[in-house]
């Protein structure tokens, strides 16, 4: 994956103590620098947004190798119009964003039945409503046996979700991204998000807690 971003590193290829300082480097730091010619920049960034994007993509589609090329195009487009991105604005927001566009653009071209599942992470869903978290090095092996199995079975039934509840449920509870970052990623308003995740929270553990006993 973006080949063509290694690329530009390595012929642009400098000291460690630049590589060091870019590392140092916000993203909107990291965006002015590129914009600036400082090519090193954007491998920064996509170094920092790959794994994450790819988790993002592959839970939103359910289809891995897909979930990589979509990805790469992810980042084509960010390089190829990062000009025109709105540095008062979170860059995070902007790439998820993009990204959220190409899963619902393959989905669209699929005929999938959607299915509704899972409750068990509703434990993590706490009075602070934090991010659904899977490892913890406290945890004795056969926990984390228990936890890596539950994951498993969470990858697979999330990209059972309709795609509307799917995106929201990912952002939210696997990407931890706010209430607004949906919004503005998705293109809904506000209510629209919650309700659909609040819906799609449901229907999760109605319909996987049966599985779980």
């Not at 994956?1 to 730091?29: C, H, I, N, W, Y």
């Not at 988790?55 to 190798?65: I, Q």
Request: glycine fraction near 4%; charged fraction near 35%; hydrophobic fraction near 35%.
């Amino acid at each position: 994956m973006l080949d063509f971003v290694v690329r530009d590193a390595d012929t642009a290829a400098g000291p460690r103590t630049q590589r060091e300082m870019l590392k140092s480097l916000d993203d909107s730091a990291l965006v002015a620098e590129f914009l600036a010619g400082e090519k090193r920049a954007f491998t920064e960034l996509a170094d920092r947004y790959q794994s994450r994007l790819l988790n993002f993509v592959y839970r939103t589609t359910g289809d891995r190798e897909r979930a990589e090329d979509l990805v790469q195009e992810t980042f084509i487009r960010v390089y190829r119009h990062i000009h025109r991105f709105d540095q008062s604005k979170k860059f995070s927001t902007w790439v998820y964003t993009i990204a959220s566009n190409l899963a619902k653009n393959e989905l669209r071209n699929r005929s999938r039945n959607p299915l509704v599942l899972f409750q068990m992470i509703k434990k993590n869903w706490g009075a602070d409503d934090r991010p659904l978290e899977w490892e913890d090095n406290t945890y004795r092996p056969d926990d984390l046996y228990r936890k890596r199995r539950l994951k498993q079975m969470v990858d697979s039934v999330v990209e059972e979700l309709p795609e509307h509840h799917r995106t929201v449920f990912v952002l939210r509870e696997m990407e931890g991204k706010t209430y607004e970052e949906i919004a503005e990623i998705t293109g809904c308003n506000l209510g629209t998000v919650k309700s659909r995740l609040n819906r799609a929270r449901n229907n999760f553990a109605q319909i996987i807690a049966p599985l779980l006993d």
